[in-house]
């Protein structure tokens, strides 16, 4: 059964007259187009009962017909018609219910499917669509794995600036700026997130941004970065060292990469998502620094860098075979230290399989 069918069949059994979903990655996951419509509008409708539809600006009509399968109706407007009267005019009904992915749709999207059509109620589809993607295809995870490759050479070109670089005074900035100019010339359209290099105890907020300062020397530094190939995202997190790194950082990474390493060990179809968030905090909290894990251990990838599951939330879900998520614990002590180890994983029928390839033990440099 395809995905389109899938949905239909889930309108089908609960009586939905049909989708209206307007997110682009969702649009490209059920159709194979990707288009980003901007301030313009783009909506793919699911029937229950017939073939669906694709609303898109008159631009962007001939590349849809070109890529989405043939069974899907294709229709433009022009920039100085009403698009959802167009909606309304090609489908010739009048929907009691709908669904759409509340997480995605806009007051300007649900103003418009009121404007034509009255006395709606709404049912949120996400759920149903984020199950779908949590099992990825064998086509996805080779692209999940090319992706992971591409982060691994993003290390390395960095591990190397940072390293002939710390003498010249060279910046976080410096290095975001090198990897991305490296990426794109090995022909990467984009990286999967803003990537992140933050030295020292800059590092112990974990979402810091990069500045134009300059990488200090005896101190750790942490790279966060992904890259998307073919629509699928990396993500990984590497903290290297440069100079002489003191004990107690050294002893700081030691206990993360334990923590990594037993929460990737244990990863197995026919546990939940929090069990495996448990293994890698109990390490952390016996060592003496539960306080400093201040985030949940993952997140599910696959078209975006961050996808349903939690893993670490508050949801119970059972790992299975083909789930793809990180496993990225982290200790961040304010004014002193920040470390994180990460990867994604791919799980197998036996235990889960790394899509980054790049040492995770303390490279000092």
Excluded at 78 to 95: F, G, M
Excluded at 286 to 292: M, Q, R, T
Excluded at 311 to 327: M, Y
Aim: glycine share 8%; aromatic share 8%; net charge negative.
């Amino acid at each position: 059964m395809n995905k389109l069918q899938h949905i239909s069949n889930f309108l089908a059994e609960n009586g939905v007259d049909m989708t209206f979903l307007t997110q682009p990655t969702t649009i490209n996951y059920l159709t194979g187009l990707h288009i980003d419509p901007h301030e313009r509008i783009a909506g793919l409708i699911i029937l229950p009962d017939d073939a669906p539809y694709l609303f898109v600006p008159a631009l962007e009509v001939a590349k849809a017909e070109s890529i989405v399968d043939s069974s899907i109706r294709v229709f433009g407007y022009q920039d100085s018609e009403n698009p959802w009267l167009t909606v309304a005019t090609k489908i010739k009904r009048a929907p009691k219910k709908i669904a759409i992915s509340y997480p995605d749709t806009t007051m300007l999207y649900m103003e418009g499917l009121r404007s034509q059509f009255a006395n709606v109620s709404y049912v949120d589809i996400s759920p149903l669509i984020g199950r779908m993607r949590l099992r990825k295809s064998d086509d996805e995870l080779k692209k999940l794995k090319v992706s992971g490759s591409y982060a691994d050479k993003c290390f390395e070109i960095g591990f190397k600036l940072a390293r002939e670089g710390l003498a010249a005074g060279i910046t976080e900035t410096d290095i975001v700026a090198k990897i991305e100019y490296e990426m794109k010339r090995m022909g990467v359209p984009q990286m999967s997130f803003e990537t992140i290099v933050l030295s020292g105890a800059r590092a112990a907020n974990p979402h810091g941004e990069p500045e134009n300062v300059a990488i200090e020397n005896n101190k750790l530094l942490l790279f966060d970065l992904g890259t998307m190939f073919d629509g699928y995202a990396s993500d990984a997190t590497r903290t290297i060292g440069l100079g002489e790194i003191s004990s107690f950082d050294q002893e700081i990474h030691k206990i993360v990469l334990e923590a990594q390493l037993a929460a990737t060990d244990a990863i197995k179809p026919g546990l939940f998502v929090n069990e495996i968030d448990k293994v890698a905090r109990d390490v952390i909290t016996k060592a003496g620094y539960g306080e400093y894990f201040v985030h949940r251990l993952g997140h599910g990838i696959g078209m975006e860098v961050h996808e349903y599951p939690s893993i670490g939330g508050a949801d119970e879900i059972e790992i299975e075979k083909g789930f793809a998520f990180s496993v990225e614990p982290g200790i961040y002590i304010p004014g002193k230290v920040g470390v994180r180890i990460e990867d994604c994983i791919v799980v197998s029928s036996t235990g889960a399989i790394n899509l980054t390839q790049t040492p995770k033990e303390l490279q000092i440099f």
